[in-house]
């Protein structure tokens, strides 16, 4: 089992368009898949076609040790299954500052399923929180989606920070898998500028797959399904179907 966190402290740079369609691609490559939805906003569960108002059980069910995995988790159409995320995951946070090993609720959870997936994905919600670091002392590694645009650089650095401190005083297996541009506008000669800056300090961290500005990923959300099957001939889910081959190759190396 491969567990990855997308993770990115920056709001809005495409993580739960990210963790969605490549949890939905890697499906439909055979991949056995499960997608923990961190983010108490709940898009990635409402992404999946997931009633995220309807649930009896989710992921704070099982963080605060209300629920197991197999109550809590739910197959989604496009064929991989959801640790599900609604408004009381925001108490989580409260409530798990009592707890033991409180950073390490979710890690022991799949550790205990660890025979029933190929992969594992974490949307982390876009600050570091208690949940973000559930997520990053979960993981093997991190899955960064990045725009190439100047203040993503800023950003980034915070980001490896983090991470560093994570891996130094919770999880030494924690570490960057790969950078993806996402949202790339090819007309653009600063995305061209800031690309070529990633791929020259981060060498092979950077992930050959560019995903491109695409208006068809950005309404599949509303209709509760993934963009790579909205519309697979669109641009954004053929770049997606593309990682997906991309993740399975680089996991074969690690």
Known sequence: MHIFAIANQKGGVGKT?????LAAALAAKG?????VDLDPQGNATMGSGIDKRALEKSVYHLLVGLAGMTEARITCEAKYDVLPANRDLAGAEVEMVELERREMRLKEALAAHAADYDFVLIDCPPSLSMLTLNGLCAAHGVIIPMQCEYYALEGLSDLVNTIKKVHANLNRDLKIIGLLRVMFDSRATLGHQVSAELEQH???????TIVPRNVRLAEAPSYGIPGVLYDKSAKGAQAYLAFA??????VQTM
């Open 31 to 35: 991949q056995r898949t499960l997608l």
């Open 17 to 21: 368009t990210t963790a969605v369609n």
């Open 202 to 208: 981060f060498g092979d961290k950077v992930f050959r």
């Open 245 to 250: 081959s991309e993740m399975v190759e680089r």
